[in-house]
Every structure is written in C-alpha cells, then in structure tokens.
C-alpha cells in the first residue's frame, strides 16, 4: 500500500515515547568485555591474529581479512574526537546541568566510544582532550555500559 499525504495537517502525532520491544545479544566479545569492566575493572579490545588491527568495541573475527582475533588489555583511556553539549531534554525542557556527549577515540585501538563526559565544563571541553574512564563501584556494576558512569579529564 502507498499512501500519498498532499496536505500537512494529515500528518499525525503524538507525544510520549513509542514503546518498542528489542533483545540485544552482545555476542561472545560483547560478554567478555562487560565481564571485563564488571568484574576486573579492565578494557578489552581484539588484535587481528594475522594483520595487527585493534577492534573496540572488541570481535571475534576482523573485518578487513576475516581472520580470528585475540582479546588484548587496553587502558580505556582515550581522546576526544567530537562532542556536543545537550542542554534541554528529551521534551525540550532546560537541563538541570547540561550533558556533554562525546565521541573517545580508545589509546592503542582502531575504536571508539560514545559516552558522557564529567567532571568538566562545556567551555573546557576541547577536541583532542585526553579522558579516562570513571566507573561505578564494582558493587553496583551490572555489565552494562552504563558500568562506565562518564569519562573525565586526564
């Protein structure tokens, strides 16, 4: 079926969220890693076997030559390739304080991360800034990336 809207005020809408049903399986390297920081307090990616590439988040095979990988230690510190500041939540309303969202590139791999940036100001934030992560008390860790609770100036 096609449907055809000529006139603007056909378009519906609706406030709220859209309730959607999803199961993510992080597969054999997703597990390791959230074991990783639950457990160890460590970062893993995964070394090529054959042509050195370093996965983050880690795989279990490369995507360049299809060889297998091993899962290497890595500090989880990394660099500010981009970010942006959110100043207004979901339904426009004023943060309390506004939320920095970064893009890390992780030291010693080919990856990066998407994650919050704490523990500094907006006007401090800068492209290329060295971060480190700050995790949640290993009591509290679930194996989630919410383990990591934001990434904070070196």
């Known amino acids: 079926m096609i449907e055809k809207i000529v006139n603007p005020k056909e378009l519906r809408h609706w406030d709220g969220k859209i309730e959607l049903y999803w199961i993510y399986t992080s597969g054999k390297a997703g597990d390791e890693f959230f074991k990783k920081l639950k457990d160890e307090e460590k970062f893993i990616a995964a070394k090529c076997k054959k042509c050195g590439k370093v996965y ?85 860790r679930e194996g989630k990336i919410t383990d990591i609770l934001y990434f904070k100036p070196l």
């Open 56 to 140: 983050f988040p880690p795989r279990i095979y490369c995507e360049k030559d299809f060889s297998d990988t091993e899962f290497v230690e890595v500090s989880g510190e990394g660099c500010v390739r981009a970010f942006t500041v959110a100043r207004l939540d979901a339904y426009e309303n004023p943060l309390e304080k506004p939320e920095i969202y970064a893009v890390i590139d992780i030291d010693g791999t080919d990856g990066c991360l998407i994650h919050l940036l704490g523990e500094v100001e907006p006007e401090q934030v800068e492209v290329g800034m060295k971060v480190k992560p700050v995790l949640k008390p290993k009591e509290e």
